[in-house]
């Protein structure tokens, strides 16, 4: 019996087959106890090899040995069992139906913990022991539980498969090598998991390279939002001081035009009813003379009419009707137009900033590296999805240059038209742009009649004198189509491209801004590319017309 103070563990007290503390004890000549039926249960299944081994150090016996049961082992067996301890495992402890079972476990087997390849057999931690402890399996190789142990084994000659056939690309056992794969590139498997963990390595630093690279990515674009973020409270914040600031100038002048407006209506009514009353007393004055002279008339002394007559007929001072000067309805019309003048000028400028603001501001670009150009459509209907309302630009007119059709159509005049001065004009060149900028994905289509330069320029071409740096296609702000004389060419920065293709009299741009694209087509029953152009655009463009005396070109309408 165990002694008053000792801690028996309940592994050493059970069996190594059942795993349960041991019923019958029995001691193998070797020293080792099991139930006695699970012993004799292993034993039966060696009769026909007539060698008896223990299942735990694998040491035989012949003869069978005789089997005694060992009673002091029984005894404290009985003790423990007193005292409520139970060698059965917790129940995590067995296989389940995705685990690896033990081979040596009999009834309910427990799971796993390694493998052994040289046995093809897997073992629980109490099996286990004896590949821990015995100097016979120092050599054999343990591993992770595996169900697939039999696939190690060649189907064809029931050997461990220890080699590699290069040339066939799978594994194989010596038998093989001198059989069907015989002459053929062949290694032992070490050596061919040797030079594939070589290879594994290396993709694994070219993994870790690439997350690295990508966590450096993830990390710029995380910057670049904090940026787009900060600029973009910025713009808001800037904004609404600007537009506060512009509503509170807004105001002021309201105020002032109101103050100024009633100011000059109180002097003008106070002038008028100054007047109205001089008008009324003298009204009133006429009447008493009129009343008297009436008395006169009836008098009947014809010596008193004659004696009061000459100081009644006597003219008075009065206001003639012809020195009052009206201006019925026509106050404050100055006024009023004025302060229209002033909305109409306001709005167009609003209207230009606008679309200068909406369009900047959707092509923040994020991106690390320059994205691949989207396809370029093929057919018109594709084209025709990005095809935008575009119109002309008064303020960068020519002055030969006649707009009509709600600002679309440009046709040369002969005489100047009455503009206005503005510093956005071509002073020389017969040349116009479109009062929208241009970003994103665009497409246009124009009517032409005569000589046209259909071109795209940035805001800041030079507007003012007759050098290269106003002419579209003769510097580095422009790119040109010119259609002239049923031929074309193709101008940028004073390089010209003779461009060969069908003549049509309506002419089609396609632009890719953030792809760097420019492309002109002539349009007809098909599309026919006439030139490509390929660069980088470093600010939004506008479309341009060079229109020659007598010509005339128009934007069409494509939505």
Known sequence: MAQKGVQPDRVTFSCSICLDLLKDPVTVPCGHSYCMNCIKAHWDKEDEKRDYSCPQCRKTFTPRPVLGKNTMLADLVEELKKTGLQAAPADHCYAGPEDVACDVCTGRKLRACKSCLQCLASYCEKHLQPHLELPVYKKHKLVEPSKKLQENVCSRHDEVMKMFCRTDQQSICYLCSVDEHKGHDTVSAAAERTERQRELEGSRLNIQQRIQDREKDVKLLQQEVEVINGSADKAVEHSEEMFT?????????????????????ETEVSRVKELQEKLEQEITELKRRDAELQRLSHTEDHNQFLQDYPSLSAPSGSTHSSSIKTRPLR???????????????????????????????????????????????????????????????????????LLSDGNRKATYMEHPQSYSDHPDRFTIYCQI????????????????????????????????????????????????LVCFNNSYNFWFNKVKTPVSGPQSSRVGVYLDHRAGTLSFYSVSETMTLLHRVQTTFTQPLHAGLYVYSGSTAELCRLK
């Open 245 to 265: 600031e512009l509503i509170r100038l807004m105001e002021k002048r309201r105020s002032d035009v109101k103050q100024q407006v009633r100011s000059q209506q």
């Open 331 to 401: 106050y404050f019309e100055d006024v009023t137009a004025a302060v229209s003048g002033v909305r109409d000028k306001l709005q167009d400028v609003l209207r230009e900033g606008w679309t200068n603001i909406s369009q900047t501001g959707t092509e923040v670009d994020v991106l690390l590296s320059q994205p691949r150009p989207e396809p370029e459509p093929k057919t018109r209907a594709e084209f025709l999805k990005y095809s935008r309302d575009i119109t002309l630009d008064p303020n960068t007119a020519y002055t030969h240059l």
């Open 433 to 480: 742009l479109s009062r929208e900028s241009l970003t994103g994905r665009c497409y246009w289509e124009m009517e032409l009649r005569g000589g046209i330069f259909v071109a795209v320029a940035y805001k800041n071409i030079s507007r003012a004198g007759g050098s290269d740096e106003c002419l579209f296609g003769r510097n580095d702000k422009s790119w040109s």
